[in-house]
């Protein structure tokens, strides 16, 4: 290679390098524990509406599935399940909100999907509901299938895999539609109920827990047997903060644990002094480092336990008064999907 050869190559290989750094120093996670614990709460992005889920109760205090779902982080994290600012967001805020660091983590209704996570910067840290899109017609309109929609017009949000998914399931079955879209919750669904669509698709959970808070018209609104997709739904945070990471997803796995174990909010403190089950020594932070591995004390599952329950008090407390039944969210061992990996 020529003198001029050579020092080109080397300025082309400062180059990379100084892109790199830069492009490596822009990458460099923020340390979303260290600023939870600086400012003394987590602040969750949830949904707008959805009841069973996340709601304001008639106190202004948010409930939910969801909402349990940061609360156990913040027991995690804070020792005290109260210290969450809950951020209502739309479907179409949400992402940009966690990836501007407006929001520390997501729990709102949000499907897991392999182009959300290789595009977005973010990850998802489990599962906390099983769900699957369908659809919702009025009862005197005699529909009995989503097959018999030819033609109808479909209210859907924007921005959403349900929107795609409902494209998808129409260009499968050759059959037409008209999409009436429309960002809102609450507005979405006043026009169904207006009239201006003919059916009104979302994950089956939200539209029975729309149906639930109708009053005195529930009766009018029937929910299609298809179920057109997957939507596995679980809390996201951004990539990169890995130790935070693990402490959200852990915090669901160890109410998921704390059901098959038989440990609940009722029981947590006498089995944590009493019980001889390895398994739920290891839970409970009498046997092992596992939480100073995550950066938290200990007894972080006993904290979350006594606080906010285990899977199966959250599921009671919340989605059962809707009217959705276990079902495959169920514990493995009951038929259900969930199962969490061994905590050891």
Not at 197 to 223: E, G, H, I, Q, W
């Amino acid at each position: 290679m020529t003198n001029l050869g050579t020092r080109l190559a080397g300025v082309a290989a400062a180059a990379v390098i100084a892109w790199t750094g830069q492009a490596l120093a822009q990458q460099t996670p923020t340390d979303t524990v260290a600023a939870i614990r600086a400012r003394g709460q987590l602040i969750c992005g949830v949904s707008v509406n959805a009841p069973g889920f996340a709601l304001p109760d008639s106190r202004g205090e948010f409930r939910g599935l969801d909402v349990d779902t940061c609360r156990a982080v913040a027991a995690a994290i804070l020792g005290d399940a109260t210290k969450v600012r809950f951020v209502p967001s739309t479907a179409v805020q949400r992402f940009p909100m966690l990836q501007s660091g407006e929001v520390d983590m997501l729990a709102r209704n949000t499907t897991w999907t392999l182009g959300r996570e290789a595009s977005l910067g973010l990850a998802f840290a489990g599962i906390n509901f099983y769900d699957g899109q369908g659809f919702m017609v009025r009862r005197a309109s005699g529909v009995t299938s989503a097959r018999q929609l030819d033609g109808a017009t479909v209210c859907v949000q924007p921005g959403t895999t349900t929107e795609l998914n409902l494209s998808d399931y129409f260009r499968a079955n050759r059959i037409r539609f008209t999409p009436v879209v429309i960002e809102s919750v609450e507005e979405i669904r006043a026009a169904f109920v207006a009239g201006r669509c003919d059916a009104y698709t979302n994950d089956a959970s939200s539209l029975a827990s729309f149906r639930a808070t109708r009053t005195t018209d529930a009766d009018t609104f029937v929910l299609l047997p298809e179920i057109i997709s997957k939507e596995p739904l679980g809390p996201v945070v951004r990539k990169g903060d890995w130790r935070f990471f693990d402490i959200v997803r852990w915090a669901l796995y160890a109410q998921i644990a704390a059901e098959e174990l038989g440990v609940t909010s009722a029981n947590v403190e006498e089995m944590q002094r009493t019980s001889t089950n390895p398994d739920i020594q290891r839970l409970l932070g009498r046997s092992g480092d596992l939480g100073r591995a995550m950066g938290i004390e200990n007894e972080w599952a006993v904290r979350i336990i006594r606080q906010v329950g285990n899977y199966g008090e959250m599921y009671e407390r919340s989605i059962t008064p809707i009217g959705i039944p276990r079902g495959v969210n169920n514990l493995w061992n009951n038929g259900g999907l969930h199962y969490a990996p061994p905590i050891r």
